[in-house]
């Protein structure tokens, strides 16, 4: 069995994942703890199923990459969460969450979303 989002293995156990850095939104918050990991709470519409988590969850990743950089959209009406992924071998990628009510997810199309995985941005 595997740590949980908040922690990290540490000499065959887990132990709690140091904090690294916090991101507040208008309607929801992120911790960013260390090793790339993510939790976020609070009205994360577009990054998790349903509009309130009281509980902290964690943004899908479609791969073994970790976050490096990690942002929430500041608008009230639009939310998203974009972040830099390394992945194996030091590659990165950005992937982003959220409605795209207004193109704010950056692939080409204002259409909102009903889906809560990422979507990975192309380099231009």
């Known amino acids: 069995m595997g740590c949980g989002a908040t922690e990290v293995c540490a000499s065959g156990s887990c132990q709690p994942a140091a904090l690294v850095d916090l991101e507040g939104g208008p309607t929801s918050t992120c911790a ?60 990165r990628d950005v992937y982003c969450w959220g409605q795209n009510n207004y193109a704010q997810l950056g692939d080409g199309s204002p259409k909102s979303r009903g889906t809560f995985g990422p979507t990975r941005l192309l380099a231009a």
């Open 32 to 91: 960013i703890r260390e090793q790339g990991r993510v939790v976020c709470w609070g009205y994360a519409i577009g990054l998790i199923p349903g509009d309130v988590s009281l509980v902290p969850v964690t943004p899908e990743l479609p791969s073994a990459g970790v976050i490096v950089d990690f942002e929430i959209g500041h608008h009230t009406t639009a939310a998203s969460y974009c972040a830099i992924v390394e992945l194996p071998g030091g590659a």
